[in-house]
């Protein structure tokens, strides 16, 4: 029987399986088998796709994002069958009423969603950077409202997998990897529990050139007339940042940034990479990232252990680079080796599960959410009494909030009325509102163009005055002429 692994990511979750050969298979909802983490309220529907993430880019309302910083934030609220719910419910009921029902119809080829979340061999695995905390609040919403059995539910530990698979031979490996834009230290043991440390260097998880060219570019809009702060258009203009940052190569540099929301669109740059290259400068902060690394190296007697590179992000030259230059013993990751992981978890938890005799399980690799499990990772939890009480709690729960889950298997089938919603790009028709250029009041200057001629007639009427001064002339009578001469007699 294949399984069904959720990996939970930075900005997605990653649904997969293995079929009977071995071969590791892409679970897909619509077109993708990696889902982002960004949710839209469409009535009492919650569409969890592509379209919700570009409405949250566009501060539509009611559309949700920033999922790891607002995990655990309970004043965030939506409503829905009029009723408020917190933010962290978003990812159960958007799996549980739309995602799981089209994967389980579509690749497990069954209509019966109960019996699959009670009886089917699910996985979960959470990426590297993941808390404890938050790792409990999803369990916590995968129990109580997708409803999955606590037996047939198992939670893949990330360190156990990455130590069996990568270095099973190595007493302690540094491990360093990018997410949210942090840089992540970790200290990993060769025996449990093997997490041992971590450091997390806060907003150096980037190219560090990046921060130059969000400068530059946030001028360029100011200057050209955006009311924005440097650090608004900082935020909002990451990804071109990005974009602008492999152009650099080619010398002249050409990008257009179209976004109604800087108040400059079209934004075009037109500039010689020189110009930037200028004020690029990575050295203050890898500098700085190295003394952090120093320190947790030093705190944890961790001078002589190798380091593993990890994520797209961390393997970029001005990362990668650094490290290979500065320490012995670094080793990254791949593309190939990320593949390679996915198929090792997926082989290695589902020849554990196949075998009858339970006591067989290797718990190190594979933890059922059992007592024994759910005391080792879920916080705050010592014994595992509570948490194995905890389905009993659920029943309770879902008597309050089944009725929308109850209502939503009907919509199981309605997920055509998701894809609907585009029609509700309502949104793009308010953008015709700039048609409202009626300014052809503009052709006021055509009025104005009459009474530009007014200059003319003044000039008439002025050569109409000119002949007066003759006319005064004229009435000046001629002297009057002399007397006769008086004859003498």
Same mark, same amino acid.
């Given at each position: 029987?294949? @399984?069904?692994?959720? &990996?939970?990511?930075?900005?997605?979750?990653?649904?997969?399986?293995?079929?009977?050969?071995?071969? *590791?298979?892409? *679970?897909?909802?619509?077109?993708?088998?990696?889902?982002? !983490?960004?949710?839209?309220?469409?009535?009492?529907?919650?569409? !969890?796709?592509?379209?919700?993430?570009?409405?949250?880019?566009?501060?539509?309302?009611?559309?949700?994002?920033?999922?790891?910083?607002?995990?655990?934030?309970?004043?965030?609220?939506?409503?829905?069958?009029?009723?408020?719910?917190?933010?962290?419910?978003?990812?159960?009921? %958007?799996?549980?009423?739309?995602?799981?029902?089209?994967?389980?119809?579509?690749?497990?080829?069954?209509?019966?969603?109960?019996?699959?979340?009670?009886?089917?061999?699910?996985?979960?695995?959470?990426?590297?950077?993941?808390?404890?905390?938050?790792?409990?609040?999803?369990?916590?919403?995968?129990?109580?409202?997708?409803?999955?059995?606590?037996?047939?539910?198992?939670?893949?530990?990330?360190?156990?997998?990455?130590?069996?698979?990568?270095?099973?031979?190595?007493?302690?490996?540094?491990?360093?990897? %990018?997410?949210?834009?942090?840089?992540?230290i970790h200290l990993v043991g060769a025996k449990y529990p093997f997490h041992i440390s971590k450091n997390v260097i806060e907003?150096?998880?980037?190219?560090?050139?990046?921060?130059?060219?969000?400068?530059?570019?946030?001028?360029?809009?100011?200057?050209?007339?955006s009311s924005m702060s440097v650090s608004e258009l900082k935020n909002m203009l990451l990804g071109e940042a990005n974009l602008?940052?492999?152009?650099?190569?080619?010398?002249?540099?050409?990008?257009?940034?179209?976004?109604?929301?800087?108040?400059?669109?079209?934004?075009?740059?037109?500039?010689?990479?020189?110009?930037?290259?200028?004020?690029?400068?990575?050295?203050?902060?890898?500098?700085?990232?190295?003394?952090?690394?120093?320190?947790?190296?030093?705190?944890?007697?961790?001078?002589?252990?190798?380091? &593993?590179?990890?994520?797209?992000?961390?393997?970029?030259? $001005?990362?990668?680079?650094?490290?290979?230059?500065?320490?012995?013993?670094?080793?990254?990751?791949?593309?190939?080796?990320?593949?390679?992981?996915?198929?090792? $978890?997926?082989?290695?938890?589902?020849?554990?599960?196949?075998?009858?005799?339970?006591? +067989?399980?290797?718990?190190?690799?594979?933890?059922?959410?059992?007592?024994? %499990?759910?005391? #080792?990772?879920?916080?705050?939890?010592?014994?595992?009494?509570?948490? $194995?009480?905890?389905?009993?709690?659920?029943?309770?729960?879902?008597?309050?909030?089944? @009725?929308?889950?109850?209502?939503?298997?009907?919509?199981?089938?309605?997920?055509?009325?998701?894809t609907t919603p585009p029609v509700v790009k309502a949104p793009p028709v308010v953008a015709t509102p700039p048609k409202v250029?009626?300014?052809?009041?503009? #052709?006021?200057?055509?009025?104005?163009?009459?009474? !530009?001629?007014?200059?003319?007639?003044?000039?008439?009427?002025?050569?109409?005055?000119?002949?007066?001064?003759?006319?005064?002339?004229? +009435?000046?009578?001629?002297?009057?002429?002399?007397?006769? @001469?008086?004859?003498? #007699?």
């Amino acid at each position: 029987m294949d @399984p069904l692994l959720i &990996y939970i990511r930075e900005d997605y979750l990653e649904l997969l399986s293995m079929d009977s050969n071995g071969r *590791v298979l892409p *679970v897909n909802y619509q077109t993708s088998n990696k889902v982002p !983490m960004y949710f839209l309220l469409n009535g009492d529907q919650i569409q !969890m796709d592509q379209y919700a993430k570009k409405q949250f880019s566009e501060s539509t309302s009611n559309s949700f994002g920033n999922f790891w910083k607002n995990t655990g934030n309970q004043s965030l609220l939506y409503s829905r069958f009029h009723k408020n719910y917190a933010f962290d419910t978003l990812l159960p009921y %958007a799996l549980k009423e739309n995602i799981l029902p089209e994967v389980i119809k579509s690749h497990f080829h069954s209509s019966n969603y109960s019996d699959f979340i009670k009886q089917k061999r699910t996985f979960l695995l959470f990426d590297s950077f993941i808390g404890e905390e938050q790792k409990e609040i999803i369990t916590k919403g995968f129990l109580e409202i997708i409803e999955f059995a606590p037996d047939n539910l198992t939670i893949l530990d990330f360190w156990e997998l990455f130590r069996s698979f990568e270095h099973p031979d190595e007493d302690a490996i540094l491990f360093v990897n %990018a997410a949210l834009g942090n840089i992540y230290i970790h200290l990993v043991g060769a025996k449990y529990p093997f997490h041992i440390s971590k450091n997390v260097i806060e907003g150096k998880g980037r190219d560090p050139r990046i921060d130059t060219i969000l400068d530059f570019v946030a001028e360029k809009a100011i200057a050209r007339g955006s009311s924005m702060s440097v650090s608004e258009l900082k935020n909002m203009l990451l990804g071109e940042a990005n974009l602008i940052l492999e152009k650099l190569p080619n010398g002249f540099v050409q990008h257009t940034i179209r976004d109604n929301n800087i108040d400059v669109n079209p934004l075009r740059l037109d500039f010689n990479s020189i110009e930037l290259e200028g004020r690029l400068n990575n050295k203050q902060s890898i500098n700085y990232i190295q003394n952090e690394f120093e320190n947790f190296r030093r705190n944890n007697n961790a001078l002589q252990l190798g380091i &593993y590179l990890s994520g797209k992000i961390i393997t970029q030259p $001005v990362f990668s680079e650094f490290f290979k230059s500065t320490y012995n013993k670094v080793k990254e990751d791949s593309v190939n080796s990320y593949n390679q992981f996915l198929e090792f $978890v997926l082989r290695k938890c589902r020849s554990k599960f196949d075998l009858q005799d339970p006591t +067989k399980i290797d718990n190190q690799v594979c933890l059922k959410i059992s007592s024994e %499990a759910q005391s #080792k990772h879920l916080k705050g939890q010592e014994k595992s009494g509570p948490i $194995v009480n905890t389905p009993p709690v659920v029943a309770t729960t879902p008597n309050v909030t089944t @009725p929308p889950g109850v209502k939503a298997p009907p919509v199981f089938h309605t997920p055509p009325r998701v894809t609907t919603p585009p029609v509700v790009k309502a949104p793009p028709v308010v953008a015709t509102p700039p048609k409202v250029p009626i300014l052809p009041v503009v #052709k006021a200057p055509a009025i104005l163009k009459p009474e !530009m001629k007014m200059p003319p007639i003044n000039k008439e009427v002025k050569q109409g005055v000119v002949p007066l001064p003759p006319i005064h002339k004229i +009435k000046m009578p001629p002297p009057p002429p002399p007397p006769p @001469p008086v004859k003498k #007699k």
